[in-house]
C-alpha cells in the first residue's frame, strides 16, 4: 500500500508566510507602541523641566511673582516644590531690600533737606536773628545723618553675618546696672522718675553683648523719649526657671493699635511719632 499527499509542501509555505506576516505585524505593533509609550514618558520628563525652564528665564528677567505649573508626586514635582519655596524667599527677600532702600532714602533726605533749608537761610543772611537756633538745629540734622549712617551701616554687617555669632558669657546684671546709670541722669533731666529693680542672684547668659547692650539701651531711650514729663520709666530683671526676663515700662504715649502689625517694619514709625526725632527699627 502507499500514502499519497496532496498539496504538503504548497499548504507547508502557506503555514510559514502567515507565521512570518503574523510575526511581523507582531514586531511592528511592538515597536509602534513602545515607541508611543516612550514618546508619552518623555513628555511627562520633559514637560516639568520645560516649565522650570521657562520659569528659571522669566524670574531671570525680572518676573519675580511667577512659579512653576507643576503638580506631581514624584521627585521631579518635590524639585518644582522646592523651586517655588526658593522663588518666594528670594520675591521676599527682594522686596524687602526694595522697600529698605526707599526708607532709607527717605529718611536721609527728609534730615538734609532741613540742613539745606538752614544753611541756605544763615548764607544769604548771616545776622539772622534765630542764627543760634538754627545753628543748633542743623548740628542735630548732622547729628541725626551720622546715627542714620551708622545704624545702616551696623545693619550692613549684620546682614552680612560680621561679627554676629560671637557670644561669650554676659553678666546681664552688671549690664542693666551699667545702663541704668547712663539712662537715669538722662530721665532726671526729662523730669522723669527713673527706677531699676534687679534680683539679687546674678543673670549670667550666653549672648553678643554689643549688639544685647543696643537692643536694651534702645528700649530704654524710647521709653525716656516717649514719656511726658513727670511720668515714670522702670527696668526690672527677674528670674524665672533657666530663663532671665527684662521688662521696661513706662507711662509714655503707647503704640497705636493701627501700628502694632508694622512694629517691627524697617524705619516704621507711628503717626504719634513723628514729633520725635529718631529713625524707627532698623534691624
Do not use: C
Not at 522650570?52 to 512653576?68: I, K
Amino acid at each position: 500500500g502507499y500514502v499519497e499527499l496532496s498539496q504538503g509542501p504548497a499548504f507547508g509555505t502557506e503555514v510559514l508566510t502567515s507565521v512570518a506576516w503574523s510575526s511581523a505585524v507582531s514586531s511592528a505593533l511592538a515597536v509602534v507602541l513602545a515607541g508611543g509609550a516612550g514618546w508619552l514618558m518623555s513628555l511627562r520628563i520633559t514637560r516639568p523641566l520645560t516649565s522650570l525652564t521657562d520659569t528659571t528665564s522669566r524670574m531671570a528677567q525680572g518676573e519675580l511673582s511667577t512659579r512653576a505649573d507643576v503638580h506631581r508626586g514624584d521627585e521631579l514635582g518635590q524639585l518644582a516644590g522646592s523651586f517655588n519655596e526658593m522663588a518666594q524667599q528670594v520675591e521676599t527677600t527682594v522686596n524687602a531690600l526694595q522697600r529698605f532702600v526707599g526708607d532709607a532714602a527717605h529718611q536721609i533726605m527728609t534730615p538734609l533737606t532741613a540742613l539745606r533749608t538752614d544753611l541756605d537761610t544763615l548764607r544769604h543772611d548771616p545776622d539772622h536773628p534765630n542764627r543760634d537756633a538754627l545753628i543748633g538745629r542743623a548740628s542735630a540734622q548732622l547729628d541725626r545723618l551720622q546715627e542714620l549712617s551708622d545704624d545702616l551701616l551696623a545693619l550692613s554687617r549684620l546682614e552680612a553675618g560680621v561679627g554676629s555669632d560671637e557670644r561669650s558669657e554676659v553678666d546681664l546684671s552688671a549690664l542693666l546696672s551699667d545702663l541704668g546709670e547712663t539712662f537715669a541722669s538722662r530721665a532726671d533731666q526729662a523730669g522723669l522718675e527713673f527706677s531699676l529693680n534687679i534680683e539679687p542672684q546674678t543673670s549670667t547668659i550666653q549672648a553678643n553683648e554689643s549688639q544685647l547692650r543696643q537692643a536694651l539701651g534702645n528700649l530704654i531711650d524710647n521709653a525716656i523719649k516717649f514719656t511726658p514729663p513727670g511720668g515714670e520709666v522702670s527696668v526690672t530683671l527677674r528670674s524665672t526657671g533657666a530663663e532671665a526676663v527684662v521688662t521696661v515700662d513706662d507711662t509714655g504715649v503707647g503704640i497705636p493699635a493701627e501700628a502694632i502689625p508694622h512694629l517691627f517694619e524697617r524705619f516704621h514709625r507711628g503717626r504719634n511719632a513723628s514729633s520725635y526725632a529718631g529713625n524707627g527699627l532698623w534691624r
